[in-house]
């Protein structure tokens, strides 16, 4: 198993962090490579939720929530990843604060 980890701390609340974060049909408007976003499924926010994100070199990949905890973060399965060698892969995006003005996203 591979395990990859990249962190940011940024002088931002946990809950502001979470506001963008649990909008998660529109990573298309903070993640860089994200071209945009169809959603594939009607809720708006919790496990279960499904986005097919399409990226600026013309691949692709589906995100399923498996885990949703506000203000703390979320945790999904990727699937549909051809571009990808995978064949299994649960990214996780955790909210630590660090200080009550700071946070570490991880």
Same mark, same amino acid.
């Given at each position: 198993?591979?395990?990859?980890?990249r962190?940011?701390?940024?002088?931002?609340?946990?809950?502001?962090?979470?506001?963008?974060?649990?909008?998660?049909?529109?990573?298309? +408007?903070?993640?860089?490579?994200?071209?945009?976003? =169809?959603?594939l499924? !009607?809720?708006?926010?919790? /496990?279960? &939720?499904?986005?097919?994100?399409?990226?600026e070199? +013309?691949?692709?990949?589906?995100?399923?929530?498996? =885990?949703?905890r506000? !203000?703390?973060?979320?945790? /999904?399965? &990727?699937?549909?990843?051809?571009?990808?060698?995978?064949?299994?892969?649960?990214?996780?995006?955790?909210?630590?604060?660090?200080?009550?003005?700071?946070?570490? /996203?991880?």
């Open positions: 198993m591979i395990h990859l980890e962190s940011l701390e940024t002088s931002a609340r946990r809950q502001a962090i979470w506001a963008t974060l649990s909008r998660f049909m529109h990573i298309d +408007e903070f993640a860089p490579k994200v071209k945009s976003v =169809d959603a499924t !009607n809720d708006p926010v919790g /496990v279960g &939720l499904k986005r097919h994100c399409h990226f070199a +013309e691949t692709s990949l589906v995100h399923g929530v498996t =885990d949703w506000p !203000n703390i973060g979320y945790r /999904v399965r &990727l699937s549909e990843m051809s571009a990808i060698p995978l064949t299994d892969a649960h990214p996780s995006m955790p909210i630590e604060p660090i200080s009550a003005t700071q946070s570490k /996203v991880i």
